[in-house]
């Protein structure tokens, strides 16, 4: 499994893969952060197809094109605001990672790219974030052997928090 999770420090928008997971909010119609960042790099085309998507409920994946990004599609999810944690937030985060992922398998994807979802304007904690990332991500991988997944961070501190707790799933299982 070692190898087929990769946590790296980059800009999400300069990744050469079938999908890059995009942050969204509910109305997937851009914003800031990554989400910002994805259509400034994908072009207007990309805003277009969204307006046709009538947006996305928390949890839930729904995916698109790449446009001008490196990326062939972009698969938006909507990460649950941090709300103190007795809110579902881990669970909604959860099902971010496992519904992103098996969109990205019905279409017979294999290299897929995330963000840190929900740690940024939805200050969801980022150690909490990791470990339910890692888990998710490499559950679903034991059943999807031609899948590869990269944690893409957006800081050193982040990439260490995701490495950590990538060492820690991996001791465990
Ligand atoms: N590449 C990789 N990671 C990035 C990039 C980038 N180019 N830019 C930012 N990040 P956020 P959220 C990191 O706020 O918390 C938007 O306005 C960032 O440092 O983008 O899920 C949406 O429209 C942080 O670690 O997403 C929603 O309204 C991580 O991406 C809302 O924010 C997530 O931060 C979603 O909030």
């Known amino acids: ?14 990744l050469e893969v079938d999908a890059v997971v995009n942050a969204a909010n509910t109305r997937l119609l851009g914003g800031g952060g990554v989400d910002g960042a994805i259509h400034r790099a994908a072009g207007p085309e990309l805003l277009e197809e969204c307006r046709r998507l009538g947006g996305c409920p928390t949890g839930e994946a729904k995916i698109t094109g790449g446009y001008h990004l490196p990326a062939n599609h972009v698969i938006h999810t909507v990460g649950p605001v941090w709300k103190g944690g007795r809110s579902g937030e881990a669970d909604l985060l959860e099902c971010c990672y496992r519904r992103s992922l098996e969109v990205a398998a ?5 290299s897929v790219a995330f963000p840190s979802i929900s740690t940024g304007a939805y200050r969801f904690p980022v150690e909490k974030a990791a470990g339910i990332a890692v888990r998710t991500i490499g559950d679903f991988l034991s059943d999807h052997p031609r899948m590869e997944v990269i944690l893409c961070c957006f800081s050193e501190s982040d990439r260490d928090v995701y490495r950590n707790a990538l060492e820690r799933w991996e001791k465990q299982e």
Do not use: H, N, Q, S
């Open 106 to 110: 019905e279409r017979g994807l294999t």
């Open 1 to 14: 499994m070692k190898t087929r999770i990769k946590v790296l420090c980059a800009d999400i928008t300069t």
